[in-house]
C-alpha cells in the first residue's frame, strides 16, 4: 500500500550490487581453493565420501567468507535503506497517531515523532544511489563505516556456503 509496486524494488540496485560480486568471487575462490589446496593428482573417483565433504566444506567456508567481506559494503547499503523505509513508516503512523490525538484533546503537547524518538544521529540514507548512500556512510562514519557487521556476516555466511557446496559436491558422488 504504501509505495505501490514500487516500493517491491526498493531494495534492488543495492542487493544486486552485492549479490552478482558475492556469486563471482565465491564461484573464483571455490575453484582456486579446489585446485590448491588438496592433493589433484588423486582422481574424484577415488575420492572417499567423507574426505570430499571435508574439502568442500573447508573450500566453502573460505570461498564465502572472502566473498562476504569483498561485498559487505553493498550489504550494509542495503540493510541502511531497508532500516531508514521501515523507520520512514514507523515515524508516518506514529506522527499520524499523535495528530489525530492532539486535533481532539488540547493537552497533548506532542505534534510529531521526533519528541518521541528524538533526532536521528545516523548516517543520512536518502541519498538517490546506492554509491550516494556508500559516499555518505564514508563522510559521517569513516571508511570503516562501510565495513559495519563484517565478522558477524562471514560467520554467518561461512557456514552456509559450506554447507550448501559440501552438500551438492556429496550428493553428486554419492548419486554417480
Known sequence: TEGGARALYKGLAPTLWRDVPFSAIYWYHL????????DTTETTTTTSVS??????????????????????????????RQAAQQQQLNTTAITTSVMKESSSSSSCEHFG???????????STNAASTFGTMQSIVQNEGL???????TTRMLK???ACAIMISCYEVGKLVLK
Open 113 to 123: 515523532a521526533k519528541e518521541v524518538f528524538g533526532s536521528n544521529k545516523r548516517t
Open 31 to 38: 575453484e582456486y581453493f579446489q585446485r590448491t589446496l588438496w
Open 157 to 159: 555466511v561461512a557456514p
Open 51 to 80: 574426505t570430499k565433504a571435508y574439502q568442500s566444506f573447508v573450500n566453502g567456508a573460505l570461498a564465502g567468507m572472502i566473498a562476504a567481506a569483498c561485498t559487505t559494503p553493498f550489504d550494509v547499503v542495503k540493510t541502511r
Open 144 to 150: 570503516s563505516g562501510l565495513w559495519r557487521g563484517n
